[in-house]
């Protein structure tokens, strides 16, 4: 889990659309942090590839940055990350996970949040919070 997690930002990280679509269910959706796409849920492989080219030709050049990865269950994960531009932090963000039986990502969805609101719900034990 925590390996498909890091291979996913990674992929975000490098603009990767061949990567994403190896990592994802052909019938994902994939909500992504609100930061410079216009459409808010991207379905299937056609869709991540969409999200991919939009978010490369946007003027906003910005990487996420892995705090944490942590199962909620056995098919879910949460990712925390930093949202860097220029290598300098610009807030928070945290993308929940659903993988397939056969291990790829079928649902993701990001989120601009603090650590501290995840616990408020449940999605993050205080143990995992963040200083």
């Known amino acids: 889990m925590r390996a498909i997690a890091h291979r996913f930002n990674d992929a975000f990280n490098r603009r990767d ?3 994403l679509v190896a990592l ?3 019938e994902i959706d994939f909500r ?3 930061l410079d796409t216009s459409q808010r849920l991207y379905h299937g492989h056609d869709g991540l590839r969409r999200w991919v080219a939009e978010v490369s030709a ?3 050049r910005y990487q996420a940055e892995i705090t944490l990865v942590r ?3 056995p098919k879910r994960f949460i990712l925390l990350s930093e949202i860097l531009v220029r290598g300098r932090v610009l807030c928070p963000a945290a993308m929940t996970g659903l993988l397939t039986d056969t291990g790829l990502i079928a649902e993701a969805d990001g989120y601009l949040s603090k650590p501290e609101e995840l616990a408020y719900f449940g999605l993050l034990p205080e143990e995992d919070q963040i200083p």
């Open 32 to 34: 992504p942090v609100p």
């Open 71 to 73: 199962a909620v269950n």
């Open 17 to 19: 659309g061949h990567e």
């Open 24 to 26: 994802c269910d052909r």
């Open 58 to 60: 946007s003027a906003v």
